[in-house]
């Protein structure tokens, strides 16, 4: 009897730190990893040697900030082809679009598609962009534009026939460089005579030497070209090259220093400008991930290995204009 009462209990304390077990509150389960953000920069065209340089800055940003950023765009200068790539991204719900338009008008409907989804948008080079949360600029782009007149004048003089090149007649920056130096021209230099309308040359250092020998022919006293877009300078000069006429026109513009440093060297080109094309696509994610973490951009705001910026409406604005020429060209790194 005395055994059966103890095997009861025993049995009794089971059942009970059983169900006292049951009852016990679970540890709480670990919350899931949050993804991290995707950010899409979506260029003008890919594989050349412009946009290369901003991948890699693409990548720097990516690795440092902890963030899913790639670079995309199109195989060529196409607007149409851009938008799709941005329409995709859009339905693909990615967090932020960091865009460097061939056609800002273009972008603006697919622009409004990604702000009705909370879709963070940027762009860079596209300073009167329409729809952006805000345009990231490394310079000053009056200044900028200013500075190649004062370059080709340095190499032509103050007075004779140039021509302008840019990358096509829709890519906001080139246009607005052309724009600004027009203007600055006929104040300071009333002497320089604009032989054509400016020619696009889509990024294209083939149809940018084509072109120049087309300029050659058709103006014979043509003294200097100014070109925008990375290849129209180099196609220009190497045309110059071939004609022996490295003499007679001088070539300034915007270029990758590695690339045109042959060009600078042997004096087919005078001189270039430019900024450090890594550092826009290091800025366009900074600010993407600074922007969905939910921060404020204030006049004066630090970007990381940048530099102080300055606001101005949606437009901020770093001023970091580089200098290209046969002594530095080399050392540059990029």
Not at 42 to 70: Q, S
Not at 89 to 96: E, I, P, T, W, Y
Request: proline share 6%; with cysteine; charged share 20%.
């Amino acid at each position: 009897m005395k055994k059966q009462m103890f095997w009861a209990r025993i049995i009794s304390l089971i059942v009970v730190l059983s169900l006292l077990a049951a009852c016990a509150p679970k540890p709480a389960a670990e919350a899931p990893a949050a993804e991290p953000y995707e950010i899409a920069v979506v260029v003008k065209i890919t594989g050349i040697p412009w946009f290369n340089v901003v991948e890699t800055g693409v990548v720097k940003a990516a690795k440092e900030l902890g963030v899913n950023a790639y670079q995309t765009g199109p195989a060529q200068a196409d607007p149409a082809a851009q938008v799709k790539i941005v329409e995709d991204l859009v339905a693909k719900g990615v967090d932020a679009i960091a865009v460097v338009p061939n056609d800002a008008k273009a972008l603006e409907p697919v622009f409004q598609k990604a702000k009705e989804k909370g879709i963070i948008v940027i762009t860079h080079e596209s300073p009167d962009q329409v729809g952006t949360d805000y345009d990231f600029e490394l310079i000053d782009n009056v200044k900028f534009g200013q500075h190649a007149w004062d370059q080709l004048v340095k190499y032509m003089g103050d007075s004779g026939e140039y021509a302008i090149f840019v990358g096509g007649l829709t890519v906001p920056l080139h246009n607005f460089w052309a724009d600004t130096g027009i203007a600055y021209a006929q104040e300071k230099y009333p002497n320089l005579k604009l032989v054509t309308e400016r020619i696009p040359c889509g990024e294209d250092q083939e149809l940018a030497r084509q072109k120049t020998l087309e300029l050659i022919k058709a103006y014979p006293n043509l003294k200097g070209i100014v070109g925008f877009g990375s290849l129209g300078p180099i196609g220009a000069a190497q045309a110059l090259k071939e004609k022996g006429l490295t003499d007679q026109i001088a070539v300034v513009g915007t270029v990758i220093p590695s690339q045109a440093a042959p060009y600078l060297a042997d004096g087919s080109m005078k001189e270039g400008l430019l900024w450090n094309p890594a550092d826009a696509g290091f800025g366009m994610v900074w600010l993407a991930k600074y922007l969905l973490d939910g921060n404020k951009v204030v006049d004066g705001l630090e970007i990381p290995g940048l530099g102080k910026a300055t606001l101005d409406g949606t437009l901020i604005k770093l001023d970091a204009i580089l200098d290209i020429n046969k002594e530095n060209a080399a050392s540059l790194g990029f």
